[in-house]
C-alpha cells in the first residue's frame, strides 16, 4: 500500500517539507519547462522552486504549442538558462532594466537539449548562464561537469545575480531537508560508498 502523500509538495505526508518552503516575491519572472520524465521523480527541484517563489510557473510537455503566448508576458524580457557558447553572463539588474522572464528547461542535459531542438521558439531566445555558478549541494548524484546545478539551485543563484543584494536562499531550505532525508533513508555507510566525492 502507498503511503499517504503531501497533494502540496507530493512528497510522503510523514516527510512534508511545505512548513519548510517559503513564498518569495521576484521582480524576475520564472518560467519552468519540466520535461515529462522529471515530473515523478523523487528529487524534483523544479516543483520547490515553483512551490517557493510566487512569480514563477512550471509547465510540463515536450512540444510547447502555447510557448508564444507564455513567452509574450507584457513587461517582461524573455531569455532563456542555458549555458553554452552563446550565453551571455547574467549581471544584476540596471535601475531602469525591464525585468527578465527567465526560461528554464528541466531535466537531463540530454533532455533539455530536446527541448530546444522540438521547441524552436525556445532556441532562438537569447541564452544567459550563470558568471561562476556555487558548487552544487546536490550530493547524491554525479554532476555531468564542473558548475552542474540542479533546476532549483540554478534558478536560486540566477535570482541572486540578478536582483542581488534580495537573498533566495530561502529556496534552498526545503532542498537541503530532502536531500538530508535521503541521505538518512538510504543509511550513511551505504551514502558514503556510493555519493562520497573522491
Not at 24 to 38: A, F, G, K
Not at 56 to 79: H, M, S, T
Amino acid at each position: 500500500m502507498s503511503r499517504p502523500q503531501c497533494p502540496r509538495c507530493q512528497r510522503p505526508q510523514a516527510l512534508c517539507l511545505c512548513a519548510l518552503i517559503p513564498n518569495l516575491p521576484s521582480r524576475t519572472r520564472v518560467l519552468i519547462l519540466q520535461h515529462p520524465s522529471e515530473v515523478n521523480h523523487a528529487l524534483n527541484t523544479a516543483r520547490l522552486a515553483a512551490l517557493g517563489l510566487q512569480n514563477c510557473e512550471i509547465k510540463v510537455g515536450e512540444v510547447f504549442a502555447d510557448l508564444a503566448r507564455w513567452l509574450a508576458q507584457p513587461g517582461y524580457q524573455p531569455c532563456l538558462l542555458f549555458p553554452d557558447e552563446r550565453s551571455e553572463a547574467l549581471s544584476v539588474y540596471a535601475p531602469d532594466a525591464q525585468p527578465r522572464l527567465l526560461v528554464v528547461p528541466d531535466g537531463t542535459w540530454r533532455k533539455a537539449r530536446k527541448l530546444l531542438h522540438l521547441n524552436p521558439l525556445l532556441a532562438d531566445l537569447p541564452r544567459v548562464q550563470l558568471a561562476a555558478a556555487e558548487p552544487s549541494r546536490y550530493r547524491l548524484r554525479k554532476a555531468p561537469g564542473p558548475g552542474a546545478l540542479s533546476t532549483l539551485e540554478a534558478i536560486t543563484q540566477a535570482l541572486e545575480v540578478l536582483e542581488a543584494p534580495a537573498s533566495f536562499q530561502a529556496l534552498l531550505k526545503p532542498f537541503d531537508a530532502l536531500i538530508e532525508g535521503q541521505i538518512a533513508a538510504m543509511g550513511e555507510e551505504v551514502y558514503l560508498r556510493n555519493h562520497q566525492r573522491q
